[in-house]
């Protein structure tokens, strides 16, 4: 069975003493996890190493970056690299979230360097897609996040793709007052592995661990998660509160 996965987006929020707070309740109430699934943190970088002492010697549990840059090292103020998160036992990368592609206009070349650079080096990439809320009411939401597989993500090799964990966020559904239905992100997640599997083959595709970001909750995870195509989910504000990120972690399949 594909890894089932919960990972949690901090973004731009908590002191320190907050964040250490809530990773200390959520390793209390979440428990064991099967051997299928795991809970991932992507914390701001200066929590990076607290919240890898906390998770040390939990079973299924991981730190991610929030950010990486796409060189290995050099006169980049600012940047991290992959080779600092491997020093301070950090070894997964969200890659491309929607708030970089639209605060910091990062596009697809660049963030086909990062994924590679991530992929050189044993950090797993987090790789997120998705499509604004123009694109989705002129029905080219298909067309155009197989354009950013395509041009991220397509010239990897099939044993490469299958080190990737792809994150679809329905932009045009987060704080836009429209919900996205558990039907429509399987529907995404559906498309999103067809393509995986014309390019690499089904058994490949079949591999792939494909998160779903719009507004998971405590209240709709189960749903969503029990969505063939849907493996988890990369999850913002409810990643803030413990029970939420728990009953989030337990509704994995």
């Not at 428990?31 to 200066?46: D, H, I, L, R, T």
């Not at 929030?66 to 890659?95: P, R």
Request: glycine content about 8%; proline content about 2%.
């Amino acid at each position: 069975m594909r890894k089932q996965i919960a990972a949690a987006n901090w973004k731009m929020n908590l002191t320190i003493t907050e964040g250490e707070t809530l990773l200390d309740n959520i390793i209390k109430g979440a428990g064991e996890m099967s051997g299928n699934q795991k809970a991932v943190f992507a914390v701001p970088a200066p929590y990076l190493t607290m919240a890898a002492g906390k998770i040390a010697g939990q079973n299924n549990m991981f730190v991610a970056a929030q950010n990486i840059y796409s060189k290995k090292s050099g006169a980049f103020t600012g940047e991290v690299s992959v080779a600092m998160l491997q020093s301070i036992g950090v070894d997964h990368a969200i890659i491309g979230h929607s708030e970089r592609r639209e605060y910091f206009n990062e596009n697809n070349q660049f963030l086909s360097d990062k994924v590679k650079v991530c992929l050189e080096e044993q950090i797993t990439p987090i790789f997120c897609c998705g499509e604004a809320l123009p694109i989705r009411e002129v029905d080219q939401q298909n067309s155009f996040v197989q354009r950013q597989l395509e041009e991220s993500l397509f010239d990897l090799s099939a044993e490469q793709i299958q080190k990737v964990v792809i994150a679809y966020e329905p932009i045009w559904a987060i704080g836009t007052g429209k919900t996205a239905s558990s039907e429509q992100a399987q529907e995404m997640h559906a498309h999103i592995r067809s393509q995986l599997a014309a390019k690499y083959g089904q058994d490949v595709a079949n591999n792939i661990s494909i998160l779903y970001g719009g507004s998971v909750k405590a209240s709709n995870a189960k749903e969503i998660f029990g969505k063939p195509d849907v493996d988890g989910g990369l999850v913002g504000g409810s990643s803030l509160i413990a029970d939420e990120f728990v009953a989030i972690i337990k509704a994995l399949k």
